[in-house]
């Protein structure tokens, strides 16, 4: 909650409070928005100023998010501005880390070079990114089959074929963690022989490495006080507009 000493936005709360019962309230919560939304649009700004590399400018921008303040009782009122952890839980737990200070997951996924649209590296992907994808884990197929590599590669192919996903995850078995995730083109099985064949696409390589831990670089923080300076001047517009819409 807010507090505001200065004369002039004295004066416009007790006009305000003379007002119709909504007036007040809904200034109150207006104001209340607008430093949510602040805070919101500063926290790719002042990202771009505590993180010592460049990130996309898009990339906190899409994960902020603001929930409103509503209704019209004043000490229950709450917006709030953040990351938005719906989005990518495994990202904005990292960006917490580095909000606070703590431990980051260094797991990371790339590009299979298959999966670019040339041969160097430095193409783009043409699949959308890992983590719109719901890959099947074959690996428990995998290494269960008794058999020799390709057909424990086929039962982890049937597997994935089964679970109706078009794509198939293959772990590593050192750590369970680190592997590759294929895009299964095609699945066909010959009627009179029996053979299976299919089509697969390498598109991404998972990797595991240890945690390593960072300073809090504060940028959630900053941006809130960038729009807690504001607030005075954000009331200040949103009783004037109350007033001149309920004075008679």
Same mark, same amino acid.
Request: net charge positive; glycine share 6%; hydrophobic share 30%.
């Given at each position: ?104 997951? $260094?797991?990371? %996924? ?6 670019? =649209?040339?041969?160097? @590296? ?5 699949? /959308? +990114? ?71 696409? $390498?598109?991404? %390589? ?6 390593? =831990?960072?300073?809090? @670089? ?5 941006? /809130? +006080? ?23």
């Amino acid at each position: 909650m807010f507090r505001i000493d200065a004369d002039e936005i004295i004066k416009l709360t007790v006009k305000l409070e003379k007002l119709n019962k909504s007036a007040l309230p809904s200034a109150a919560r207006n104001t209340l928005n607008n430093a949510a939304f602040e805070t919101k649009k500063q926290i790719p700004i002042q990202g771009q100023k505590k993180f010592k590399y460049t990130r996309n400018k898009g990339f906190l921008k899409g994960f902020s998010t603001v929930d409103k303040a509503s209704g019209f009782n004043i000490s229950k009122m709450e917006s709030k501005a953040g990351l938005n952890g719906s989005k990518d839980r495994e990202v904005v737990d990292n960006l917490v880390s580095h909000e606070k200070g703590g431990v980051l997951n $260094k797991s990371k %996924i790339t590009p299979h070079d298959d999966a670019r =649209t040339g041969n160097s @590296k430095s193409k783009n992907v043409r699949r /959308k +990114n890992y983590k719109n994808i719901n890959a099947h884990d074959a690996t428990p197929a995998y290494r269960a089959h008794k058999g020799t590599r390709n057909s424990k590669f086929v039962a982890a192919v049937m597997s994935t074929a089964k679970s109706g996903k078009k794509h198939m995850l293959m772990t590593n078995r050192s750590n369970g963690k680190s592997g590759i995730i294929y895009r299964l083109k095609s699945l066909k099985s010959n009627r009179r022989t029996g053979k299976l064949s299919f089509s697969l696409d $390498k598109i991404y %390589i998972r990797t595991d490495s240890k945690t390593a =831990t960072t300073k809090a @670089k504060g940028f959630i923080l900053a941006s /809130k +006080n960038v729009a807690i300076k504001q607030i005075p001047e954000f009331y200040k517009k949103n009783a004037e507009f109350q007033i001149k819409k309920h004075w008679k």
